[in-house]
């Protein structure tokens, strides 16, 4: 089961405690992000067994990546590839995983194996492809 969903992924935020409630201090973009997700895996179906996810997300280049003027188009030599940066891995994987829970499993506890990946949206647009399976 795969699916695309298209957007800059948000991060599983830290906690705070706001009038007496805990929340998530990005609770908004947090809460767009995860039903976005949902959404996206909604029709996947549902496995009741161990489950193997793939996640490979895709995030924007920062404009300082880029030439200026004419150049505004093409990647300096000094760009990194990878995106060694915040947000991190960890919180992204969270964020998707919660969003899943209850749709596409149970609980995120029936993950057995995660194949996860953070690159920059050079090709395509930012996002995270999923690929879902049970565990056999």
Same mark, same amino acid.
């Not at 809460?31 to 161990?50: F, N, S, Y």
């Not at 895709?58 to 590839?81: C, D, E, I, Q, W």
């Given at each position: 089961?795969?699916?695309?969903?298209?957007?800059?992924?948000?991060?599983?935020?830290?906690?705070?405690?706001?009038?007496?409630?805990?929340?998530?201090?990005?609770?908004?973009?947090?809460?767009?992000?995860? =039903?976005? %997700?949902?959404?996206?895996? !909604?029709?996947?179906?549902?496995?009741?067994? +161990?489950?193997?996810?793939? #996640? *490979?997300?895709?995030?924007?280049?920062?404009?300082?990546?880029?030439?200026?003027?004419?150049? =505004?188009? %093409?990647?300096?030599?000094? !760009?990194?590839?990878?995106?060694?940066?915040? +947000?991190?891995?960890?919180? #992204? *994987?969270?964020?998707?995983?919660?969003?899943?829970?209850?749709?596409?499993?149970?609980?995120?506890?029936? %993950?057995?194996?995660?194949?996860?990946?953070?690159?920059?949206?050079?090709?395509?647009?930012?996002?995270?492809? *999923?690929?879902?399976?049970?565990?056999?």
């Amino acid at each position: 089961m795969r699916t695309d969903v298209l957007g800059v992924p948000v991060p599983q935020g830290s906690k705070r405690v706001f009038h007496g409630r805990l929340v998530d201090v990005n609770d908004r973009k947090l809460k767009d992000w995860r =039903a976005m %997700v949902g959404g996206a895996v !909604a029709d996947l179906g549902r496995i009741e067994g +161990p489950v193997k996810v793939w #996640l *490979i997300f895709y995030l924007p280049r920062p404009k300082g990546h880029y030439g200026t003027g004419r150049n =505004a188009a %093409v990647l300096r030599p000094s !760009a990194p590839m990878y995106p060694a940066i915040k +947000p991190d891995l960890d919180k #992204l *994987i969270r964020a998707c995983l919660d969003a899943m829970t209850g749709m596409v499993f149970r609980d995120d506890s029936q %993950v057995v194996f995660l194949n996860v990946h953070k690159h920059y949206a050079d090709a395509r647009q930012p996002g995270v492809y *999923i690929e879902i399976e049970e565990a056999t």
